[in-house]
């Protein structure tokens, strides 16, 4: 079966930054686009990134572009979120979600992570 | 502020339909097909439907979708007290390159 494992959360101050990860397995992860999905407490989804399956292209919100970067490994079933310059604005359970369609970003997410909670706060 | 829209919240009795819309523009649903999720408070969302009108196995058929021009819209019927979450639509926007969530919608079954 599918799982996504998140890890790499925490409380940070504001202006440093931290490094989120998320173990896949159950499906062959070199094929499929992986999203990064935010949620600030008590609000909204918020789409924050997508990497390719390939790791070719990356796409960011623009609350997040220059300041995040996604990258993946294949080779470990992993992809990664970079964040640096955190603000209070960060604060946030950051999910990783799977493209439910081989090599294309665009589809839908079939299978989710349960979230890492940043905290941004000094 | 969300792109696509969502009404903040629905509610219905036990056994009603309720419908929940999401209002979207040309570079998104007009363009791309409408996903659905459903997140009950606490934990990962969920696929609920995805392009447009289909369920992923394991969603009761009480699910439906559908999209016409830019907006989309998601069907409960036969509500029941599990039905209780909020849900979002999303879809992808061509002009902005990037994917795009409704506020959601919090369903309450009274």
């Known amino acids: 079966q599918v799982q996504l494992v998140e890890s790499g959360g925490g409380v940070v101050q504001p202006g440093r930054s931290l490094r989120l990860s998320c173990a896949a397995s159950g499906f062959i992860f070199s094929s499929y686009g992986m999203h990064w999905v935010r949620q600030a407490p008590g609000k909204g989804l918020e789409w924050v990134a997508v990497?390719?399956?390939?790791?070719?292209?990356?796409l960011y919100a623009d609350s997040v572009k220059g300041r995040f970067t996604v990258s993946r490994d294949n080779s470990k079933n992993t992809v990664y979120l970079q964040m640096n310059s955190l603000g209070v604005e960060d604060t946030a359970v950051y999910y990783c979600?799977?493209?439910?369609?081989?090599?294309?970003?665009?589809?839908?997410?079939?299978?989710w992570g349960q979230g890492t909670l940043v905290t941004v706060s000094s | 502020q969300s792109v696509l829209t969502q009404s903040p919240s629905a509610s219905g009795t036990p056994g009603q339909r309720v419908t929940i819309s999401c209002s979207g523009s040309r570079s998104d649903i007009g363009s791309n097909s409408v996903n659905w999720y459903q997140q009950v408070p606490g934990t990962a969302p969920k696929l609920l439907i995805y392009?447009?009108?289909r369920r992923p196995s394991g969603v009761p058929d009480r699910f439906s979708g559908s999209r016409s021009g830019t907006s989309a819209s998601l069907a409960i019927s036969g509500l029941q007290s599990e039905d209780e979450a909020d849900y979002y639509c999303?879809?992808?926007?061509?002009?902005?390159?990037?994917?795009?969530f409704g506020g959601g919608t919090r369903l309450t079954v009274l």
């Open positions: 392009s447009d009108n």
């Open positions: 999303a879809s992808w926007d061509d002009s902005q390159q990037r994917a795009q």
């Open positions: 990497i390719w399956f390939d790791g070719s292209n990356q």
């Open positions: 979600a799977k493209v439910g369609v081989p090599t294309t970003v665009k589809g839908w997410l079939d299978a």
